[in-house]
């Protein structure tokens, strides 16, 4: 479009990294657009217009196609005035096509559609067209048709007027007339003169349904409609932006076939700003159309002359050489440079220094900007994405238009995080302002610091969107270390609470002050819309039915994160309006609900989906004037303890992200899918055949739709087809949302969350706006879910779950760490069973979830293996703690080093159950008697610090690891037998996956989760009497008959093994978790160990090579 508008003298190209709006270095390297772009151009262009022809000023935004990036489509939308959406012919209409469709529908913008990549194998025009009907439920306008020669897509043919426009190899352009066209479609393909009419014919019919006064044109006319009349009948059906209809245009942008028309279609077409309809506004007294609003203003201050300019800022970068610069578009008058602007949202005046016209990486200064008109702001230090900024009279101040806001694109949820621990203080500083940064340019990156972890948690819309936002971080070379990307997760609301008033009568930032409010949470309904709500209704709702006029109420809303908070002032009226600013106190008191609304209650996690309703009654709570931080925290805290009152009684819920999948299939196979699907944790919601004629509500009979045939088939033969001949069915099924390495946790049902707790209360699930929930009785969820893969096509009863397994040990490994011990087989099992005891006690009152206590037993078996000859140079118990710390750090509420010494120093004392006979002594509670002190507590955190690294060293630094709980609650929702005792084979599962960590054997070192988990079914089955399939049924999941029988077997020794060695000797159980311990132990067999040994000897100098290896690599990097 550049090229040809004559912007650019170069033609861009993506796949050479040369294009005008993908500017930035990364989108260059990949080969995609990660931030939204802003050019203006003419079209057609100056020097090419006519006499009486005026040349058109198109506003381009150019925004990203990848879904992690939805939020820079998003926040574009409010601006727009109209849209071409870019489809992929190959693929059709694609998940994220349908999200941005439905988000333009929100907005009512004029859309064209553009199917591009016809010059592609595979690329279909047809399913393209029947796809924009199926899956966007718009009826497609088809005005143009490909022109194909053969097989080759050569150009296209404009249906209205009846022209063909071919492009040759070299690129160049060449126009056919209606005789040209029909002369040269004689000789290359005679089946499309005819398809041109026919084309023509159905476009004006279905026009003339739509447009009254197309209808009456062709009663007068009949089909001999002007060309004119047809555009105009166009442009009248999509100007409402409804989207019932879709004008549809083809081409192949690589080979720079349809851009032309393409944009004579958008001057055609789409509307102008002054033909949009008027839009609409919050005040603070309700939704007001703009242009009424400020002539009603103007007139009562008599200002009609005066200029009212209204913005908005619909994006915020920071550039190297002109610093943050605020995008904004104008709605109404003129937005002059050196005018004084009113930002109502962050309620501050700020002067701009410079206003320019962005030709995407460049600038040129402007002195105005028009209705209409998309410039950059320089100088604006408060401005963020959605604020509304306002030029008017000084009078103007305490009227309506000082709390104008134009709606700003809604926020989506994040959906994964990654924690970041810098280093020193002086590389905090510089992160916590790369941060601050970074979310002000993209909103939905979001940022927090766990004051008590010392960690920044940064959170994104997904795996690209973190990996951008990293990769921008590490320009300001920060020395930190970053996390593992994982899956966020969401607190929620599940009935309303109630109200919770809180008074502050104390100094607050070093100023006295009084303020207090009430508060109460209620859950939104995401199946309905909200009504609209007057001030009236809004008073009877929160109980102040008597007010006497509206004047006496005053409610301000805002949309964060997912949460709406409402913040109500009663009977703000005194007689000096300056005692009480409600605009401002209504801001304040909703920063501290957003505040408070960061961790939840129950696991810490971001609250979702909630309505806040925040009332100061002016009676009650208004005690004079207060300081800004005053109502932040009365807001904040209000919020604190309504929430904490809905944990108390159970209303909290834990949300996960999940996606909706749709499946088309042949029937033949849907059963396999259905397998597949419930074996990775999703769930099939419908099941809809597509051979039935009928049309449900909202949809479009396909056999109605006109679309072009594609070379490869018959134009005869599409329209002589009969249907049914494989019958196709369509899933529509909802899969949790997984990364590439990480599998997210999912709630998983109650019975099955018992490590630490007994009997638990039935799950109750219910769906929440995307998320599914489970109530506040669960547990920590225990397992990991796998993603939906399918089948692999070389093996049809296997199934791909690479990223599910484990790297095991290899039998020389197994040799060695045996033979190479100096200590005897027995006693070394019992270490490694008391340690890992050791590690779950620890996990346990540490409150970390099931699944990162298993990691950490994984992680110390492995490093158990990879390196047992030094192990009596060290705890047993501080590697146990090296292996929680490791895990411990992985997770949104990361636990300190001080709660891990805190809890292994309990543990190991006197006061614990877990190191003493327990018939020996009582208990004693002093906590003086296992207390750290300070010189105490850096030891042991030194000791864990250098373990830490000899384990990451040991382990390749490769702790990932895969846990077979997901698979074993797959395997009971798929086999039959888990309708009978649910409870019961459910808890021995877990019962048999969780006793397995502790085995000496190393079960998960030697076995892949699936072999784990159908093992621990088997055994839960057999021990509470269930029925199983009459057939192998375990060859399903991948196991042999072998390996099941000996995974059984050593399932179920362990229990009778620890007997026997409590029995024979039971004071080894209890307490082999340190070195003392285990030499008084040698020394009891009479086995020298220690005070010079050859062992000891042996593994000091073991010891010593691995400290100058580490040196080595510490001094290379």
């Given amino acids: 479009m550049l090229y040809y508008s004559g912007n650019t003298r170069h033609l861009g190209n993506v796949d050479h990294g040369d294009t005008v709006t993908d500017f930035l270095p990364m989108e260059r390297e990949r080969g995609i657009t990660i931030q939204s772009a802003a050019i203006s151009f003419n079209w057609p262009r100056v020097e090419d217009c006519g006499p009486t022809e005026e040349a ?394 766990d004051e008590k972890a010392g960690q920044y948690i940064l959170s994104g819309m997904g795996l690209l969107h973190l990996e951008v936002a990293i990769d921008n971080l590490k320009k300001y070379k920060i020395d930190a270390m970053f996390g593992t990307i994982q899956v966020d997760f969401k607190e929620c609301i599940t009935s309303q609470t109630a109200p919770e008033h809180y008074v502050v009568d104390r100094t607050v930032a070093g100023k006295p002050g009084k303020a207090a409010c009430a508060a109460f949470i209620e859950p939104v309904d995401t199946d309905q819309q909200p009504p609209d709500e007057t001030l009236d209704d809004r008073a009877v709702r929160l109980g102040f039915a008597n007010l006497e006029s509206p004047e006496e109420i005053h409610h301000t809303s805002i949309e964060r994160d997912g949460n709406v908070i409402n913040a109500t002032i009663i009977r703000p009226v005194f007689n000096d309006p300056k005692q009480l600013d409600v605009d401002t106190v209504c801001h304040h008191l909703q920063n501290g609900a957003i505040a408070a609304l960061y961790r939840g209650p129950w696991k810490g996690y971001p609250l979702y989906n909630c309505n806040i309703e925040i009332v100061l009654d002016c009676t009650r709570d208004f005690f004079g004037p207060a300081s800004p931080a005053h109502y932040q925290q009365a807001g904040y805290h209000a919020v604190r303890n309504a929430l904490k009152n809905a944990h108390d009684r159970q209303m909290v819920g834990l949300l996960e992200p999940v996606m909706k999948a749709n499946i088309v299939c042949p029937e033949a196979v849907a059963a396999q899918v259905r397998h597949d699907l419930s074996r990775h944790g999703g769930q099939v919601l419908e099941t809809e055949d597509l051979n039935e004629n009928a049309s449900g509500e909202g949809e ?190 992985l997770g949104s509420r990361p636990r300190s080093p001080r709660d891990i010494s805190n809890v292994y120093a309990y543990l190991l004392s006197s006061s614990s159950s877990f190191t003493r006979d327990k018939g020996a002594q009582p208990p004693v509670n002093d906590p003086s008697s296992y207390y750290l002190s300070e010189s105490d507590y850096f030891n042991f955190h030194s000791r864990v610090l250098a373990l830490e690294a000899r384990i990451l060293y040991a382990l390749g630094f490769n702790t990932h690891v895969a846990l077979p709980h997901a698979l074993a609650v797959t395997y009971l929702q798929t086999l039959e037998f888990c309708n009978q005792p649910k409870e019961a084979i459910s808890r021995r599962t877990v019962e048999y996956l969780n006793t397995a960590l502790l085995s000496p054997q190393m079960l998960y070192l030697t076995h892949q989760p699936n072999m784990l988990a159908v093992a621990a079914v088997y055994n839960a089955a057999k021990d509470v009497g269930a029925r199983m399939p009459e057939c192998e049924w375990w060859e399903v999941f991948d196991v042999e008959r072998e390996e099941l029988g000996f995974l059984v077997v050593a399932m179920r020794s362990l229990e009778g093994w620890v007997r026997k060695q409590r029995e024979e000797s039971p004071w080894m159980t209890d307490g082999m978790v340190t070195r003392k311990a285990v030499q008084e132990e040698l020394g009891r067999r009479g086995i020298r160990n220690g005070n010079g040994s050859q062992a000891e000897d042996e593994e000091a100098a073991m010891m010593r090579k691995m400290d100058e290896k580490m040196e080595q690599i510490e001094a290379q990097s």
């Fill in 56 to 449: 058109k000023t198109i506003n381009l935004i150019d925004t990203p196609g990848h879904q992690d990036f939805q939020y820079e489509v998003l926040r574009c939308m409010p601006v727009l005035d109209g849209a071409v959406c870019v489809m992929d012919s190959v693929k059709g209409v694609e998940a994220h096509t349908e999200r941005v469709w439905s988000a333009a529908q929100q907005y009512q913008i004029p859309r064209l559609i553009f199917v591009n990549k016809l010059d592609r194998d595979g690329a279909s025009f047809r399913k393209s067209v029947l796809d924009i009907a199926s899956r966007l439920k718009a009826w497609p306008l088809v005005c143009q048709i490909p022109w194909w020669a053969g097989d080759d897509f050569v150009g296209v043919i404009d249906v209205i007027k009846r022209v063909g426009y071919k492009w040759t190899s070299g690129g160049s352009q060449k126009f056919y007339n209606r005789d040209a066209l029909r002369s040269a479609l004689e000789s290359e393909n005679p089946s499309l003169i005819e398809e041109i009419d026919h084309a023509r014919e159905q476009l004006i019919e279905r026009l003339c349904e739509v447009d009254d006064e197309l209808t009456m044109e062709f009663a007068e006319h009949g089909a001999n409609l002007t060309d004119g009349a047809i555009k105009l009948s166009i442009r009248r059906a999509i100007g409402d932006g409804s989207g019932s209809v879709a004008p549809v245009f083809a081409g192949a942008s690589l080979r720079n076939i349809g851009v032309e028309p393409l944009l004579d279609a958008v001057v055609d077409y789409l509307p102008s700003p002054q033909e949009r309809p008027a839009i609409e506004v919050r005040t603070a007294r309700g939704t007001r159309k703009l242009e009424d609003l400020i002539a009603h203003e103007t007139a009562r201050l008599k200002q009609g002359g005066a200029n009212v300019a209204v913005a908005s800022v619909f994006k915020v970068i920071s550039d190297p050489h002109r610093g943050m610069l605020s995008f904004v578009r104008v709605y109404h008058g003129t937005l002059q440079r050196n005018a004084s602007m009113w930002n109502t949202t962050q309620r501050v005046a700020e002067k701009p220094l410079a206003m320019m016209q962005i030709l995407a990486n460049k600038h040129n200064d402007i002195q105005h900007l028009k209705v209409g008109g998309i410039g950059a702001l320089a100088g604006l230090k408060q401005a963020r994405t959605g604020d509304t900024l306002i030029i008017s009279p000084e009078k103007a101040t305490d009227t309506l238009m000082k709390s104008i806001q134009i709606r700003p694109a809604i926020i989506p949820p994040a959906v994964t995080f990654i924690s970041i621990e810098p280093f020193s203080a002086t590389h905090e500083e510089v992160l916590a302002k790369a941060l601050t940064d970074a979310s002000r340019e993209d909103p939905s990156l979001r940022w927090m610091k």
């Fill in 700 to 889: 479009i009979d396909l056999e109605q739709v006109y679309a072009s045939p594609d070379p490869y088939e018959s134009v005869s033969s599409l329209r002589e087809q009969k249907k049914g001949a494989t019958r196709m069915l369509k899933l529509k099924a909802r899969v949790v949302l997984e990364l590439t390495e990480f599998s997210g946790l999912t709630p998983v049902p109650s019975q099955l969350q018992q490590l630490r707790v007994g009997h638990v209360p039935p799950r109750a699930v219910q769906s929440i706006g995307g998320f599914s929930v489970g109530l506040n009785n669960l547990q920590d969820p225990a397992c990991f879910s796998i993603p939906y893969q399918g089948r692999s096509s070389d093996t049809p009863n296997s199934f791909m779950m690479a990223h599910m397994t484990n790297p095991l040990a290899t039998a020389e490994q197994l040799y060695h760490h045996r033979n190479l011990s100096s200590l005897p087989d027995d006693l070394q099992d019992v270490i490694f069973y008391a340690t890992q005891c050791l590690t779950q006690a620890a996990g346990v009152l540490l409150q970390l979830p099931q699944s990162v206590t298993a990691q950490a037993n994984v992680i110390f078996a492995r490093y158990w293996v990879a390196e047992s000859r030094p192990f009596m140079s060290n705890e047993f118990s501080d590697v146990s703690a090296a292996c929680i710390y490791i895990v411990a750090k």
